[in-house]
C-alpha cells in the first residue's frame, strides 16, 4: 500500500471518563496524559514478559525496526483502556468503543490487564464485543482479527 501511495486512516477509540469522552488514535502521543498512558502500558509488558506469556507483540515480528515500546503503546484500545485505569477508581469496569477490529495481539493483552487489575474491561471493535473479566473474554477466543 505505502508503494503504491496509499494511506490508511489511523484506528481510533474512545473512552469515557467522568462524563467525557477522550478519543485515542493509533500511533498519536499528542493526549496530555501520554507520558503516564505509556508508562502503565509498559509495566503491563514487562509483567507479561515476566509471567511467561512470552511476547505479546509476536505477530508484528515483521514489522520493520518496530520498537516493542512502540508498538505495544501504539494501539487505540490500549491506550484507552490505560487512560481509564489511571482516570477511574479501582474496581470500576472500563468500556472502549473502537473503529477497527481487535487484533490477536490486543485480545491478550486485554485478558492480562482484566486478571491483573481484577476489572472489568469491554472492548466493542466494528462487529463484536468482547467482554473481558479475570483474564477471559465472553467470546473465548474468538472474535479479533489477525494481522
Known sequence: ???MGLTVDPGCSWVEVKGKVHA???GDSSHPEMR???GVLQGF???MTAAGHGDPEASFANEVEASKAEVFCGHSERLAVAYGLINTSPGMPIW???TLY???SCHITMKFISKAVRREISVRDTEIFHHFKDGSCSRG???????
Open 1 to 3: 500500500m505505502r508503494e
Open 24 to 26: 485515542f488514535l493509533s
Open 36 to 38: 503516564e498512558i505509556e
Open 45 to 47: 509488558f514487562e509483567k
Open 96 to 98: 472502549v468503543t473502537k
Open 102 to 104: 481487535m487484533c490477536e
Open 141 to 147: 477466543d474468538e472474535g479479533y482479527r489477525g494481522n
